[in-house]
């Protein structure tokens, strides 16, 4: 028996499906996908049924199979366009999410070991114990927070560069795609960011130990990490995950995000950060939701229409950008 030789179009999708594993993200991992199912399966339990929101963002009392997987939110076809997207994104992310880090990370880091040796003499060389790597985990996760922090809010204030951003606002539910629901042009802003805040938190701790130290890890991966993973997992999901409000002045619950993305004019440019409500709190965009609170995803009624479909989102920015340039007569 001969094998038949695969045509260009089977190679074409081996080879796609070969980069969308290799790039899978952690929290699409189905460790990460029990997790968020028990959690929400818990949070079904224990409010009766009650928990979930529908495709308009109101939350309602629905059985279990609807709770976790709602018919109006997978067949919606802002969920669909979400696959698209987080494909078309996958398979440009190896080039740039590892250039960015080769290109930036280390000569930052290098300039922040330089500086701080030209201006306090040659590094303490600490040994790294525990509590230190605690420490390194913890500004560097700060660090990233707040340059992601940044960003984004440029993002939101600046209309040339909201005009790449608002792809993933475009997504009018919620499902754990729509992490990964951005333009093209979005991920190497990050990419240069999450550079830049490893750099500097690299730079200073590699000042202090100059034998090297690494982030504290729990059951192998990285402390802090793990926390960036379930908030990032979680608050693209249309259950809402409330904390205490105590503990939303300092990490962002997964229903915050939910605000985030609502389009009602209270809700709009808040809750901006990744993980933690510090810089939030401390730039006036903080906003932590009552129970249950309405929240309508999307651009809004009027927005909207020019940004739904797939090649819509795809070709907004470029749409935007030379409406900008030709003044404002050209959105009349
Ligand atoms: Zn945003
Ligand atoms: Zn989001």
Redesign the pocket.
């Known amino acids: 028996m001969t094998d038949t030789p695969a045509g260009p179009v089977s190679q074409l999708a081996d080879a796609l499906l070969q980069v969308l594993s290799e790039n899978l993200p952690k929290d699409l991992r189905w460790q990460w996908m029990l997790l968020m199912i028990a959690l929400a399966l818990g949070i079904w339990v224990m409010r009766n049924g009650h928990g979930a929101k529908g495709a308009d963002g109101r939350e309602r009392k629905t059985g279990l199979t609807a709770f976790l997987l709602p018919q109006d939110i997978y067949t919606h076809r802002s969920a669909r366009v979400d696959v698209l997207l987080y494909v078309f994104e996958r398979c440009l992310h190896p080039l740039w999410a590892g250039g960015a880090f080769l290109a930036i990370a280390p000569s930052v880091e290098g300039s922040v070991i330089g500086a701080l040796q030209s201006v306090a003499g040659t590094g303490p060389a600490l040994a790294p114990t525990l509590p230190w790597m605690l420490l390194f985990s913890l500004v560097a996760l700060l660090a990233y927070d707040f340059v992601f922090y940044c960003i ?1 809010l440029a ?2 204030r600046i209309p040339a560069l909201w005009a790449i ?1 608002k792809v ?2 475009s997504a009018e539910v919620l499902t754990p795609l729509t992490r990964y629901r951005e333009h093209v042009l979005e991920g190497p802003l990050y990419a240069a960011g999450a550079a830049l805040s490893a750099g500097v938190a690299g730079g200073i701790f590699g000042w202090l130990f100059p034998g090297g130290i690494t982030q504290a890890t729990l059951f192998g991966a990285g402390f802090f990490g793990l926390l960036l993973g379930f908030n990032g997992a979680f608050r693209h999901y249309h259950v809402g995950f409330h904390y205490p409000a105590w503990l939303s002045r300092w990490l962002h619950s997964p229903v915050m995000h939910h605000v ?1 993305h609502s389009y009602l004019p209270h809700h709009i440019d808040k809750n ?1 950060a990744a993980v933690t409500s510090l810089w939030d709190r401390a730039f006036g965009t903080l906003y932590i939701p009552v129970k249950d609170e309405f929240t309508p995803w999307g651009l809004g009624p009027e927005a909207q229409e020019e940004c739904r479909g797939f090649r819509q989102n795809l070709l907004a920015p470029f749409r935007d950008w030379s409406r900008m340039m030709r003044g404002p007569s050209a959105s009349l």
Do not use: D
Request: glycine share 0%; proline share 0%.
């Open positions: 984004h993002e939101h951003h993933h606002h985030h901006m």
